[in-house]
């Protein structure tokens, strides 16, 4: 079992930045891909990161490539999602992850965070 909490989220303007973390408890956090997905209002859940256990691998989705940059700590049982040149686009609740594979697709993975919000003002 794995519980991930996430914090980090807040307002900025157009062009700030805000790094996001996913605190993990339990023992096994380190044999976890992780993952960040995020969700707008009427819209659904999409991909936004993922990264392999070792921090090895990662994926990022093409909105946010260049922009954005995972990263975990695996001593602390923690990912974090950096997040640079915000747009107002990427406003949205953003959640981590936790599973076994290195994928873009929402049903792999099979613990969640409560979710944080990010807003961007433009």
């Known amino acids: 079992q794995v519980q991930l909490v996430e914090s980090g989220g807040g307002l900025v303007q157009a062009g700030g930045s805000l790094r996001l973390s996913c605190a993990a408890s339990g023992r096994t956090f380190s044999s976890y891909t992780m993952g960040w997905f995020r969700q707008a209002p009427g819209k659904e859940r999409e991909f936004v990161a993922v990264i392999s256990w070792n921090g090895g691998s990662t994926l990022y989705a093409d909105s946010v490539k260049g922009r954005f940059t995972i990263s975990r700590d695996n001593a602390k049982n923690t990912e974090y999602l950096q997040m640079n040149s915000l747009k107002p686009e990427d406003t949205a609740v953003y959640y981590c992850?936790?599973?076994?594979?290195?994928?873009?697709?929402?049903?792999?993975?099979?613990?969640w965070g409560q979710g944080t919000q990010v807003t961007v003002s433009s």
């Open positions: 992850a936790a599973g076994r594979y290195l994928s873009t697709r929402k049903d792999n993975y099979e613990y």
